[in-house]
């Protein structure tokens, strides 16, 4: 007769082999996950970027045009969010994936946020 824990640290499998302890700690360990969770926001932060970059073309192309308003706040929106998420992926990366983070990404964050500033602030018709 088998213990519980025994069952616990080893289980069988068809084979009858036994999976070691050892093996299933390696594969769901802490260490990694965190460090998938961090590259996950990351991707989550690029995709930000490019949305907002994208939101940027259109406020810059509808200059002039009725939809023009509309295209320039979704690119407010967009650089806002995306300035946002950098400030926080700045603080919850460790260090050293922070400060690559940064090194990365502080030029063209900056370049986005200047490309919205130089934009003129659209007219209230109802104003």
């Given at each position: 007769?088998?213990?519980?824990?025994?069952?616990?640290?080893?289980?069988?499998?068809?084979?009858?082999?036994?999976?070691?302890?050892?093996?299933?700690?390696?594969?769901?360990?802490?260490?990694?996950?965190?460090?998938?969770?961090?590259?996950?926001?990351?991707?989550?932060?690029?995709?930000?970027?490019?949305?907002?970059?994208?939101?940027?073309?259109?406020?810059?192309?509808?200059?002039?045009?009725?939809?023009?308003?509309?295209?320039?706040?979704?690119?407010?929106?967009?650089?806002?969010?995306?300035?946002?998420q950098f400030h926080d992926l700045?603080h919850s990366l460790k260090p050293?994936?922070?400060?690559?983070?940064?090194?990365?990404?502080?030029?063209?964050?900056?370049?986005?946020?200047?490309?919205?500033?130089?934009?003129?602030?659209?007219?209230?018709?109802?104003?």
């Open positions: 007769m088998t213990s519980f824990l025994s069952n616990k640290l080893f289980k069988k499998t068809k084979h009858n082999t036994k999976v070691r302890w050892l093996s299933f700690c390696k594969s769901s360990s802490y260490p990694f996950q965190e460090m998938s969770f961090q590259d996950k926001d990351i991707r989550a932060f690029e995709k930000s970027f490019q949305i907002a970059a994208d939101e940027m073309v259109y406020a810059i192309e509808s200059q002039g045009s009725i939809y023009y308003r509309g295209d320039f706040l979704a690119a407010s929106e967009a650089v806002h969010l995306c300035i946002d700045l050293d994936k922070s400060h690559i983070f940064q090194l990365k990404w502080s030029e063209p964050l900056f370049k986005l946020r200047s490309r919205l500033d130089s934009l003129p602030s659209p007219k209230d018709k109802d104003n």
